[in-house]
């Protein structure tokens, strides 16, 4: 699992919450998210849409081109979240301020989906 999150508060309270049971790395930036996703093999992205100097469209840009067998779970305040996370093909959205319980739900549900049957 890959956490994309450049506020340091919120990266380590998503840490915090998965810990236990997940093969967990983070990044603070597209960029950072994008060397992990090239070097090791990640299920699920939670991945911040607005971050610099490369954003989460970015990411899901890469993931999508690279042909990456990873879920994407988009996570932002936008309004719009919903729609966003239709266009840029994401598995799941969450919408910031975190309900956690949702979220570790959400995660791991996709996390199902890429397990071998």
Known sequence: M???????DTLACLEWLFTDGFDLHVASNGVEAIEVLGSRVVDVVVLDLT???LDGYDVVKFVRDQEI??????ASAQARLEQIARQVGADAYVTKPYDLESLKSKVERLARLNEPS
């Open 51 to 53: 971050m610099a100097p």
């Open 69 to 74: 067998g990873c879920r994407i779970l988009l």
């Open 2 to 8: 890959l956490i994309v999150e450049d506020d340091p």
